[in-house]
C-alpha cells in the first residue's frame, strides 16, 4: 500500500528534478541551521527543483516552508515521538509511511542529489544508508552528495578517520 500510494504521489511530477533533504527534527526556527535550510531550498524551488523531506518539524520544516507547498513533498514516518507533518507541506504530497526501508526507497528512487543537514541518529541512519548505496554502486547514477555545516559533520564524524584506518578508499571522502 505505501508503495503504491507514494508512486501514485509522484507520478504527476516524474520530469521534475527533486533534491532529497536530511536533517534534524529538533531545530528550532530561530536556529542559524534553520534559516539556511530554508534559504537553500528557497533557492533550488526558484532554479526548477522539487525538494524531498521527512516531512517533520526542524530541519525538514525549513526546507519544506523555503521551497513551498507547490515544490515539496513529505515523506513522513510514524514514530512515538516527534514525527508529526509540518504546516509547510501540501496534504497531497505528504505521506505517512510505517517502515523506514519503504521511505528510504522513495528518497533514493527520485532524488537527483542529496543534501544532509545537521542531525542526530535518523539523519545519520539516512546519509550512511545512501552513502553505502552510492559507494557499492546500487544507485543507478551519480547521486551529488552534499554535507551541509562542515564545522557540525567534523564534529560529528571523524570522516578522515575512516581513510586513515582503511575502513574507506581516499575517493569516498
Known sequence: ??????DKMFEPYQNRRKIACFGSARIKETDPSY??????????????????????????Q???EGSTEAHSFGLNITLPFE??????????LNLQFRYFFIRKYWFLKKARALVVFPG???????MFEMLTLIQTDKYAQQLPVVIF?????????????????????????
Open 83 to 92: 514525527q508529526h507533518p509540518n504546516p509547510y507541506l501540501d496534504d497531497a
Open 120 to 126: 542526530g541518529f535518523g539523519t545519520l541512519d539516512e
Open 1 to 6: 500500500d505505501e508503495m503504491y500510494k507514494a
Open 149 to 173: 555545516d562542515s564545522k557540525f559533520w567534523k564534529a560529528a564524524v571523524n570522516w578522515e578517520y575512516f581513510d586513515e584506518t582503511g575502513m574507506i578508499n581516499p575517493e569516498a571522502l
Open 35 to 60: 534559516i539556511q535550510a530554508r534559504s537553500f531550498c528557497d533557492l533550488v524551488a526558484s532554479q526548477g527543483y522539487m525538494v524531498i523531506t521527512g516531512g517533520g518539524p526542524g530541519l525538514m
Open 62 to 64: 525549513a526546507c519544506n
